[in-house]
T-cell receptor
């Protein structure tokens, strides 16, 4: 099937810096895109989503950007904190698939104090 | 508020033994329920999902099965475990028409020896 992938498996940043996690997708029919955060030994936690008719959405310290032309999604975390250290998954949903997300492999974000 | 429980948290089972993992959701009615498996350093693989009592959809053919005996209870089973069944098993729920926004349980770490 079609896949969701991530450019970088590991991202290391200094505390206070901004982090950008990228994701490429291939299913042009996908209409919801989601970012999840998974801390070590825990289940993933929903962070933010964006619909395909938008190109930007902001949350608390996080911003998701969607570029449908190049099928690219990114998660920006402002003023990264040690508590942001986790694996971040992007996921896409296809309305033909009952909106069940297809998850990418994940990017490990390491925040150095 | 809604909560999702999974047990046990960890499990070590010999090859060929049976398996039963339980998941329950509180604080919501008629949830969609999901079972995922996560191999080390990998993304989430959808195993089963359910939109109602007794309604189970299987995504990956294997020696696992799922049942939903009650509205907020989801069980993952196997009659005979294989070494390849080792992994981190996650249960999740979503509201009926927003499957892209999933809420995950704490997971069960299964090691088959």
């Amino acid at each position: 099937g079609e896949s969701v992938g991530l450019h970088l498996p590991t991202l290391s940043v200094q505390e206070g810096d901004n982090s950008i996690i990228n994701c490429a997708y291939s299913n042009s029919a996908s209409d919801y895109f989601i970012w999840y955060k998974q801390e070590s030994g825990k289940g993933p936690q929903f962070i933010i989503d964006i619909r395909s008719n938008m190109d930007k959405r902001q949350g608390q310290r996080v911003t998701v950007l969607l570029n449908k032309t190049v099928k690219h999604l990114s998660l920006q975390i402002a003023a990264t904190q040690p508590g942001d250290s986790a694996v971040y998954f992007c996921a896409e949903t296809d309305p033909r698939g009952s909106y069940i997300p297809t998850f990418g492999r994940g990017t490990s974000l390491i925040v150095h104090p | 508020s809604q909560t999702i429980h999974q047990w046990p948290a960890t499990l070590v089972q010999p090859v060929g033994s049976p398996l039963s993992l339980e998941c329950t959701v509180e604080g919501t009615s008629n949830p969609n329920l999901y079972w995922y498996r996560q191999a080390a350093g990998r993304g989430l693989q959808l195993l089963f999902y359910s939109v109602g009592i007794g309604q189970i959809s299987s995504e990956v053919p294997q020696n696992l099965s799922a049942s939903r005996p009650q509205d907020r209870q989801f069980i993952l089973s196997s009659k005979k475990l294989l070494l390849s069944d080792s992994g981190f098993y996650l249960c999740a729920w979503s509201r009926m028409f927003t499957g892209y926004e999933q809420y995950f349980g704490p997971g069960t770490r299964l090691t088959v020896t």
